[in-house]
């Protein structure tokens, strides 16, 4: 299992890196923005993709956008850790096909319940 | 001044020329009047043009929306935004020097008795140990394994509280940019309050690009609403788009 973990912030992919770690998910990789992100997910070989929405370059909507049109990408699960909380943009994520959404600040707990649930309905 | 301003002056000055000449003091003093007249509305029309692009540019200020609402909401948000900096840094330094004071005493314990046990081991393993002491070794080290084990427990939760608590740096960073763009946009309306009244009446349309509204600083973002204050928030609006 692959994870691709994509923030501006390195500080908050170190914790989400971190948290993943303690979940049992060793293989991840880093982005910081939707265009350098979009690359390595066009490489293949990522499974999950964990995204912020707000990155100077391209946003996080725009990359799942992306990744919801490309055919290769198209069922990649995509959970979103964001600030961005107006309920417009999460209607707005959802209908571009996120598969979780997590809002800034969160806890371990969370992060984790949101992963396993994505899984649960993957495995379904 | 207009051509017919000037033929008439001219008019007036050559009347007044006459006048001197002939010694008719009356009509001189009368003709300078006159002639001093159109110069006052001449400065009173310019004075009056003055007055007219004053008041249009004033206009056009308030008419820019984004001027105003810097003044009137942006500026008054910001201080809550920063205010809400400071309340966060506190509150992960908080959490993180709270767990590191939980924790000193159960390492430096942990450290301890590691110690004490080691020393004790190594005179067991040179056999100088008396059967006596090697029992109560058994015993410490029975209690030292529970021990550990709900220590390191407690350290792991710990380190997890400390690695959570820096997720202050990400959503202070968004903030802080925030206010910088807002002062960004603050110092371009005053350069153009500037340009405009060294006399170069051409208001550019400030044109700010349409930012996120990133993260939620309560009083000031959840004013209207429409925003999820909580993750059973996202995850209740979620459910009912069928999640």
């Known amino acids: 299992m692959k994870i691709l973990v994509v923030d501006d912030f390195s500080t908050m992919r170190r914790i989400v890196k971190n948290l993943l770690k303690d979940l049992g998910f060793t293989n991840t990789v880093e982005a910081d923005d939707g265009k350098t992100a979009l690359p390595i997910l066009q490489a293949g070989g990522i499974d999950f993709l964990v995204t912020d929405w ?3 370059g391209m946003t996080g909507i725009d990359l799942l956008k992306a990744v919801r049109a490309d055919p290769n990408l198209v069922n990649l699960p995509v959970l979103m850790v964001t600030a961005e909380a107006k309920r417009d943009q999460i209607v707005m994520a959802a209908q571009a096909g996120v598969n979780g959404y997590v809002i800034k600040p969160f806890t371990a707990a969370t992060l984790k319940e949101k992963i396993e649930k994505i899984f649960e309905r993957i495995d379904a | ?10 008019a007036l000055a050559k009347d007044l020329v006459a006048a001197l000449e002939n010694n008719d003091e009356a009509r001189a003093e009368q003709l300078c009047d006159e002639l001093a007249g159109i110069r006052e509305s001449s400065l009173y029309q310019e004075i009056g043009y003055l007055t007219r692009q004053l008041h249009d540019t004033m206009n056009s200020f308030s008419a820019d929306s984004t001027f105003t ?11 809550e935004r920063l205010q809400y900096v400071i309340t966060m840094t ?42 006596d002491e090697f029992k109560d070794m058994s015993q410490e080290l029975t209690e030292h394994f529970k021990y550990s084990v709900g220590a390191v427990e407690q350290i792991q939760k710990g380190l997890n509280e400390v690695l959570m608590a820096q997720g202050f740096q990400d959503i ?12 960004q946009s603050l110092e371009e309306n005053m350069v153009e309050i500037i340009k405009v009244s060294g006399n170069k009446n051409h208001l550019e349309k400030n044109s700010k690009q349409q930012d996120l509204p990133g993260p939620v600083v309560p009083k000031v973002d959840d004013r209207n609403n429409d925003v999820a204050t909580s993750q059973d928030d996202v995850d209740d609006l979620l459910s009912s788009l069928g999640f």
């Open chain 2, 69 to 79: 609402d810097i003044a009137e909401n942006e500026i008054p948000d910001a201080k």
């Open chain 1, 54 to 56: 707000n990155m100077p």
């Open chain 2, 90 to 131: 506190e509150q992960a330094a908080n959490q993180t020097l709270t767990v590191v004071e939980d924790l000193m005493p159960v390492s430096q314990e942990l450290h301890q008795q590691a110690h004490n046990l080691a020393e004790n081991w190594q005179r067991f393993l040179i056999k100088k140990m008396p059967f």
């Open chain 2, 172 to 183: 202070t960073g968004q903030i802080i940019r925030k206010v910088i763009n807002l002062v």
């Open chain 2, 1 to 10: 001044m207009t051509n017919l301003n000037l033929e008439n002056r001219l």
